[in-house]
């Protein structure tokens, strides 16, 4: 017959005795994740929201703080412990969804995972009280131990990034320049073949993203995702490049970069946030995010798939939606854009020097 920690010999419940173990320092940490529809994010103000019944966050935080010190009274079998701290934070992930954490320490016989999972919980719940007049379509998603430390032993989740490869953008049309600005030669090789040499030396894996109608000339020069979003634009090549490999991360790039170097893609991978939407550069040219050189992860394919339904279909413009932090260059020269024959022949004289 199985053995139940709560229960005795007799088959009554009851606690278990902790009295013989060691008096330690304990932590843990646990995350709620909510769903939150567009209507609700939408009202968000200096990362708060604000509705009749007051601040969401943090009334929020409040709930959970003091759900936290009750979880013993709340849990059967609960060990009360009277918490050296709680600590809960809230934060935005992307377009719609909040993580709470809530953060719990004490020193005693015993662990305070319970006490940070509820703290989490009410949290969220408190959370879905005060926006519930927004929108019914609110979702808590997932509710989980993310570590603990102290007691027999220490536990900690481990998350595993998404793997990473280069889409080379070789598809335009390069109306302004007047030929395909993929296959002009600044570096003694065609633009496409100089930037997948940039991503294999960075340890990843060129992808030419083409048109149907280049993909037999791409294909024997390498792998190819072909158009399925057609008339869109780099737009419709991302969406592409998610549709045929959707657990992928993307560091997308453009062939117009011609004094796009190995330390700036370098630098844009080393300083990746997989948490993010995406990991972009600061232009340059007037401080907005540059959208092909970014670095897209797989939770992007959702919110651009959203923004299509509402006829957006400008990587730049999520990205400013998205309020995706953005990263200053250390060479802002490689994200110099040549559009036209005389930015061309400026670009050479320059190489030349």
């Not at 037999?216 to 190819?224: A, C, D, H, L």
Request: with cysteine; glycine share 6%.
């Amino acid at each position: 017959m199985a053995s139940f920690t709560h229960i005795d010999e007799t088959g009554n419940p009851g606690m278990v005795d902790v009295g013989d173990k060691a008096t330690t320092k304990r932590t843990a940490r646990a995350q709620s994740v909510v769903i939150l529809p567009r209507e609700i994010m939408e009202a968000m103000s200096d990362d708060e929201i604000m509705t009749k019944k007051g601040p969401v966050f943090q009334t929020a935080i409040i709930a959970g703080v003091m759900a936290a010190k009750k979880t013993g009274e709340l849990i059967p079998m609960c060990h009360p412990v009277g918490l050296d701290n709680c600590k809960i934070t809230i934060k935005t992930l992307g377009s719609n969804e909040l993580i709470i954490e809530c953060t719990a320490s004490v020193t005693a016989k015993t662990g305070v995972e319970m006490e940070a999972l509820t703290g989490a919980s009410v949290a969220a719940l408190t959370v879905y009280d005060m926006c519930k007049s927004f929108s019914k379509g609110i979702v808590i998603k997932e509710t989980k131990l993310i570590e603990k430390t102290g007691g027999k032993s220490d536990f900690a989740v481990t998350y595993e990034i998404p793997p990473l490869s280069a889409l080379i953008l070789v598809g335009g049309k390069s109306v302004r320049m007047g030929s395909d600005k993929s296959r002009l030669v600044y570096h003694g090789k065609p633009q496409y073949e100089y930037v997948a040499s940039l991503a294999e030396k960075a340890g990843l894996t060129p992808y030419f993203s083409c048109r149907s109608d280049q993909s037999s000339f791409f294909e024997e020069r390498g792998k190819v995702v072909a158009d399925v979003f057609l008339g869109m634009g780099p737009y419709g090549a991302i969406l592409s490049a998610f549709r045929e490999q959707p657990c992928h991360a993307w560091l997308v790039v453009a062939c117009d970069l011609p004094l796009l170097d190995l330390e700036t893609l370098e630098e844009l991978i080393k300083k990746r946030d997989p948490l993010k939407c995406a990991t972009a550069f600061k232009s340059p040219h007037d401080g907005l995010p540059e959208p092909l050189i970014t670095i897209w992860e797989p939770r992007s394919y959702e919110i651009l798939l959203t923004y299509l339904s509402k006829g957006i279909t400008c990587p730049r413009k999520v990205l400013i939606l998205e309020k995706t932090p953005l990263l200053e260059p250390s060479y802002p020269d490689a994200l110099s854009n040549v559009n036209r024959p005389e930015e061309f022949e400026a670009t050479l004289k320059k190489l030349s020097l």
